[in-house]
T-cell receptor, first 115, second 110 residues
């Protein structure tokens, strides 16, 4: 099983649609989870952290299920500007020192929002 | 505040040539990373550092060396470039867990 797996995509949706991305991770010792956004030919940027209780930021909702080792990102009322690749990111975990900062990236899911 | 700066932004190398990519951060972060990104492969960790003077191997370290002589700089070296090293290279630094990325270096080895 790969360390971080995401929906392969691409997701092509109309403006205003709700879209959900899923991600699973293999290391049960992982403690921190994130969604990053990467625009075409640009660097990844943090979209939001994912907490056990779930968290929301405007149109974006992130959920974590530790028992299933599953992370999700929901985007409501999609905008054209949401078109990008969304990366699921998990810290490697398993101990102190470098493992805490060792982030493992999923391959990303490309979202294209059409007018 | 520049954040994370990578140089150069573009480079074409011939097979067998060597080069060094420089990453500089002005956020006083302890952790620094080098990733490569290839189509369909996502971001893969090459090497990382948890502090000045320390380095560690990531997922794909072969063919690369790194050094972290100063806290703000993390250098990635290719001693003998190969076409398989054609990629986009991203440097990142982090405090705790959020990583900040440089704009990337597009390297082509011919």
């Amino acid at each position: 099983r790969k360390e971080v797996e995401q929906d392969p995509g691409p997701f092509n949706v109309p403006e205003g649609a709700t879209v959900a991305f899923n991600c699973t991770y293999s290391n049960s010792a992982s403690q921190s989870f994130f969604w990053y956004r990467q625009d075409c030919r640009k660097e990844p940027k943090l979209l939001m952290s994912v907490y056990s209780s779930g968290n929301e930021d405007g149109r974006f909702t992130a959920q974590l299920n530790r028992a299933s080792q599953y992370i999700s990102l929901l985007i409501r009322d999609s905008k054209l500007s949401d078109s990008a690749t969304y990366l699921c990111v998990v810290n490697k975990g398993g101990g102190g020192g470098g493992s805490q900062g060792n982030l493992i990236f999923g391959k990303g899911t490309k979202l294209s929002v059409k007018p | 505040n520049a954040g994370v700066t990578q140089t150069p932004k573009f480079r074409v190398l011939k097979t067998g040539q060597s080069m060094t990519l420089l990453c500089a951060q002005d956020m006083n972060h302890e952790y620094m990373y080098w990733y490569r990104q290839d189509p369909g492969m996502g971001l893969r960790l090459i090497h990382y550092s948890v502090g000045e003077g320390t380095t560690a191997k990531g997922e794909v370290p072969d063919g690369y060396n790194v050094s972290r002589l100063k806290k703000q700089n993390f250098l990635l070296g290719l001693e003998s470039a190969a076409p398989s090293q054609t990629s986009v290279y991203f440097c990142a630094s982090s405090y705790l867990f959020e990583a900040f990325f440089g704009q990337g270096t597009r390297l082509t080895v011919v």
